[in-house]
Structure formats: structure tokens, C-alpha cells
């Protein structure tokens, strides 16, 4: 009489486990999520994604250093112009808003996605021209800071009645890419799915 041979499932192969965990990937997905926000804002830090370097900003601007979108953003909204509007800083840190708005926007079983909730954060992303329109509030904001300052910060506000005089301004964003795969963001997934597999955690 032939011997009787188990029959070969995921119980005998020792792969009951991870058919359980394949069945049920949140937990990678949720890292993986972790892992592009983690790279997005590193991208904030190192002014750089993967080998994409950003451009700088204001690039070729000559002191007194003045961000002029800022500004424009400022005034449109019946705002003060913010201090930081005044010192040279890193492209997309002056208020940070965009690099904490990045966040897991939805989680599904086999798939996750990221993203920020501010609308401009495409612009930045692929690159856009853009256009503000210069009302009446705006110039009547702009003479009271010009009028209220003084040294180097009233010199760059004098620099910005030449976008004043127009009936709106134009400029150009650069691309700076933040969110996507690179080679090491697929390092990194590719390590957590299978740790993840064969062990049953994320490190």
C-alpha cells in the first residue's frame, strides 16, 4: 500500500502566518505612508528630492532681500507684512505651512495616499505661472508699511511699487518637487513589506 503524503498547504510550508498578514497589509501601508511623509519633508530640509535640487529663491535677488509673493500674500489678505518677509530663507520654509500640511490622506488595503490639504502645494509640486491681482487694500496696505519702516526693510518694500504700478503681478514658481518615488524611498518600502511579511512587524 502506497505511504499517505499530507498534502502541501500554507499550514505544512510554515507560510500560515504570513498568508494571514498578506490578507490583511494596513499595517505596511500605514509605514509606507510614514515613509513618503518622511521623505517629503526631508526634501524641505535638503532643498533637494532624490536628485532633483531645488531652485533657489529669488534666484539672482540683490539686498535689501524681500519676498515679494510673500508680501503680495500679506496685503491681499488686509495683513501686516510679516517679519520673516525681510530675510533670505530656504525656498517653501518661510511659514512651513505647506511642510506641515503633508500627511497619509487615505489608507486602503492595498494601497495609501499622501498629500497636502493646502491648494498651492501642486504648484510647487509640478511648477506654474502665477497671477495676483493688485487691489486698492493691497497698495493702500503697502504705503502704510513703507511709511511705518525704516532702514534696509524700508528700502525692499521701495522695491516693490514696481510690481504695484501693475494692475496685477506675475510670477513665475519654479518646480521643487516633494512628494514621489525615488530610488531610496523604494529602498525603504521594499525593506518594511518585507520585514513585514517575514516577521510580522515594522520596524
Do not use: C
Amino acid at each position: 500500500m502506497a505511504e499517505e503524503v499530507d498534502p502541501i498547504n500554507a499550514r505544512t510550508l510554515g507560510l500560515e502566518e504570513i498568508e494571514g498578514r498578506l490578507d490583511n497589509p494596513r499595517l505596511a501601508m500605514e509605514a509606507i505612508g510614514h515613509i513618503l511623509i518622511a521623505a517629503a519633508q526631508k526634501a524641505f530640509e535638503d532643498q533637494q528630492f532624490g536628485s532633483f535640487k531645488w531652485p533657489p529663491q529669488y534666484e539672482g535677488g540683490t539686498a535689501p532681500w524681500i519676498h515679494i509673493a510673500g508680501v503680495a500674500s500679506d496685503l491681499s489678505k488686509g495683513e501686516s507684512v510679516k517679519s520673516t518677509r525681510f530675510a533670505p530663507v530656504a525656498a517653501l520654509k518661510d511659514s512651513q505651512d505647506l511642510w506641515r500640511s503633508i500627511d497619509v490622506r487615505t489608507v486602503a488595503r492595498s494601497e495609501v495616499t499622501v498629500g497636502s490639504s493646502v491648494p498651492y502645494a501642486k504648484f510647487h509640486q509640478w511648477g506654474k505661472t502665477a497671477v495676483q491681482p493688485v487691489t486698492g487694500r493691497m497698495k493702500e496696505g503697502l504705503a502704510a508699511a513703507w511709511r511705518d519702516a525704516d532702514g534696509d526693510n524700508k528700502k525692499a518694500l521701495g522695491k516693490m511699487w514696481h510690481w504695484f504700478r501693475k494692475d496685477a503681478i506675475t510670477t513665475r514658481i519654479r518646480q521643487r518637487p516633494f512628494l514621489g518615488i525615488t530610488d531610496e524611498i523604494e529602498d525603504d518600502i521594499r525593506r518594511t513589506v518585507e520585514m513585514f511579511v517575514d516577521e510580522g512587524r515594522i520596524a
